[in-house]
Nanobody, 112 residues
Framework: QVQLAESGGGLVQPGGSLRLSCTASGFTVSTYSMRWYRQAPGKEREWVAAIGATGDVARYPDSVKGRFTISRDNAKNTVYLQMDDQRPEDTAVYYC?????WGQGTQVTGST
């Protein structure tokens, strides 16, 4: 059974950093493309980072490029999302995704 468990969310100041984790079970993250999405209140869910199944090629939308970094630790079967230079518009619930499977999400809130 495929399961994804996100963690690491919390309150972050403008310009600050936070690292999210997605621990997978039921499959090996090194053999699949993995993605992070986010959903802000009243908005549609949007893709923010992707990493390929081979070669660790990463892609990002312009809204987070240069600030977010996706990575993978195969030994821990975990995918990470490093978020730097936090902005108010980054406030959202962040989800880990593989094919049709989603985690429960972790809340990231920017402080003012």
């Amino acid at each position: 059974q495929v399961q994804l468990a996100e963690s690491g969310g919390g309150l972050v100041q403008p310009g600050g950093s936070l690292r999210l984790s997605c621990t997978a079970s039921g499959f090996t993250v090194s053999t699949y493309s993995m993605r992070w999405y986010r959903q802000a209140p009243g908005k549609e869910r949007e893709w923010v980072a992707a990493i390929g199944a081979t070669g660790d090629v990463a892609r990002y939308p312009d809204s987070v490029k240069g600030r977010f970094t996706i990575s993978r630790d195969n030994a821990k079967n975990t995918v990470y999302l490093q978020m730097d230079d936090q902005r108010p518009e980054d406030t959202a619930v962040y989800y880990c995704h593989r094919n049709t499977s989603w985690g429960q999400g972790t809340q990231v809130t920017g402080s003012t």
